[in-house]
């Protein structure tokens, strides 16, 4: 398996809260990425990083912000959670080989935002 | 937005059978082409990447890639009822080799 850790695994908050979601890898890859999955929307891209401080908007990146101090470690925040941001997010990690990317994911974090 | 399009299903075979999935993609820039399977409250886990028109075969998994056509599909042999689980189809975007966008997934259940 690949080596990617997030934490916490599973968080319960309040709405008007920030909230800030770990990915830790030990794999050394250069990309990393945050998604988010719901019924009925599968899996969509909120933030992704192409290197230590080089990071980009995905396709659903309102109210998120992201971090990347070092090459392991990709925080995700969520400024002021909203019930909106209840959702399983997925941290996931590539390397381009050749001119091909692979991604790998972590096991997920359960946000609920009450 | 581009857009990668999976039949939602359910799809149910019979153990033995051929499971046949089919995903369609909108960025005919797309190059690199990949097939997720999620079991239910795991994470998405890579099974089958394909790059080049025609099949790929890895065990009971076969990819298969149209470019001209914008298709893409994943045949199972034998399927299993270990094989039952939703299937992701994710596909390159924005002329970017290293970003995803993924359908929402076939859900499959093979009957014993």
């Known amino acids: 398996d690949a080596g990617i850790t997030q934490s916490p695994r599973h968080k319960v908050t309040e709405t008007g809260t920030p909230v800030t979601l770990r990915c830790h890898q030990t794999?050394?890859?250069?990309?990393m990425y945050w998604y988010r999955q719901d019924p009925g929307h599968g899996l969509r891209l909120i933030h992704y990083?192409?290197?230590?401080?080089?990071?980009d908007k995905g396709e659903v990146s309102d109210g998120y912000s992201v971090s990347r101090s070092k090459t392991e470690d990709f925080l995700l925040t969520l400024e002021s959670a909203t019930s909106s941001q209840t959702s399983v997010y997925f941290c996931?990690?590539?390397?381009?080989?050749?001119?091909?990317?692979?991604?790998?994911f972590g096991q997920g974090t359960r946000l609920t935002v009450v | 937005q581009k857009e990668v399009e999976q039949n939602s299903g359910p799809l149910s075979v019979p153990e033995g059978a051929i499971a046949s999935l089919n995903c369609t993609y909108s960025?005919?820039?797309?190059?690199?082409f990949f097939w997720y399977r999620q079991y239910s409250g795991k994470s998405p886990e890579l099974i089958m990447s394909?790059?080049?028109?025609g099949d790929k075969e890895d065990g009971r998994f076969t990819a298969q890639l149209n470019k001209a056509s914008q298709y893409v599909s994943l045949l199972i042999r034998d399927s299993q009822p270990s094989d039952s689980a939703t299937y992701l189809c994710?596909?390159?975007?924005?002329?970017?080799?290293?970003?995803?966008?993924f359908g929402k997934g076939t859900l499959l259940t093979v009957n014993p």
């Open positions: 996931a990690i590539s390397e381009s080989w050749g001119g091909t990317t692979e991604a790998f």
């Open positions: 794999e050394n890859h250069r990309y």
């Open positions: 990083s192409y290197g230590v401080k080089d990071t």
């Open positions: 960025d005919r820039v797309s190059q690199s």
């Open positions: 394909i790059y080049s028109n």
């Open positions: 994710a596909v390159n975007s924005g002329g970017s080799n290293y970003k995803l966008t």
